[in-house]
C-alpha cells in the first residue's frame, strides 16, 4: 500500500535527515516507527502525504507514484493525527469532527450525521459531547476528536506523529487500546510514529527501528524483542 523506493531526504541546511530509505507497508497493516528524536521519523511520516518533498527516491502508495498526484487529493485519502490536536475551538465537537466531510462538498446534516458516528466510533458519545466545545474536553478526548476528524474522510491510509503523547500515561494506554480495537474493525494502513519502544510493541504489526536516517531493523515485534 505504502511502498519507499530508495528515498533520502537533504534539508536545505545540509542536513541528511533521511538516507536511502526502503520499505513497504502492506494493506491494513500497522507499522510503527520508532527511535530517538531527530533519527527522521516525522520526515518519513511528512512526505508520504507530501507535505515534505524527498530530495531522490520515489513513494508509491496505493501502486501511484505520489509525486505526481495532488497534494490536496491525496491528503483526501491519507488521515493525518498529530499530538497537538489542533481542534477549531469555535466550533463545536461535533463540527470539528466533520470538518473534512463539509471542506470537500457534504451537506450539513449528512456531514453531521456522519461524524455522530464518527465520534461514536472513538467512544465518545455525541448526545453528551457532540456539542461540546474542545475546551470543555479532557486531553484524552480532544485526542479522540482527532482521531474521528482524520477518519472522516474513510481514508485507505492513516499517518499518526506521537498520537498518544500529550496525555499522561494511563490514559495514553486506553487511548491505546482503544486505537487497536478501531483498527481490527476498519483495518486502515497506518504508520505510528512513537519515540516509545513499549507503545511501538503494544500498537504495531511491525517495527520499524530508526537509528540516524536509516530502518535498522523491521519486524514484528517478537522478533524486536527477541533481537541481541
Ligand atoms: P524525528 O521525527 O525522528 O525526531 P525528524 O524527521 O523530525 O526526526 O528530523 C530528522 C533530522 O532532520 C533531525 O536532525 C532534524 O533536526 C532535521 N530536520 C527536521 N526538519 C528540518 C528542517 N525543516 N530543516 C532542517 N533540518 C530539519
Ligand atoms: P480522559 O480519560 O478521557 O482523558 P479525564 O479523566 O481527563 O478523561 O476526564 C474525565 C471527565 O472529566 C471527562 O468525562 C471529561 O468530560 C471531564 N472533563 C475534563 N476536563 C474538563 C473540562 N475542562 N471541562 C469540562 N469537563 C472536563
Redesign the pocket.
Known sequence: MILFEQVSKVYPDGTTAVDGLSFEVAEGELVTLVGPSGCGKTTTMMMVNRLIEPTSGRILVGGEDIAGTDPVALRRRIGYVIQQVGLFPHRTVLDNAATVLTLTGRRKGPARARAAELLELVGLDPAT?GSRYP???????RQ?VGVARALAADPPVLLMDEPFGA?DP??RE?LQNEFLRLQATVRKTVLLVTHDIEEAVRMGDRIAVYGAGRIEQLDTPAAVLGAP
Open positions: 459531547y475546551a470543555q474536553l479532557s486531553g484524552g478526548q479522540r496525555v494511563v490514559v486506553r
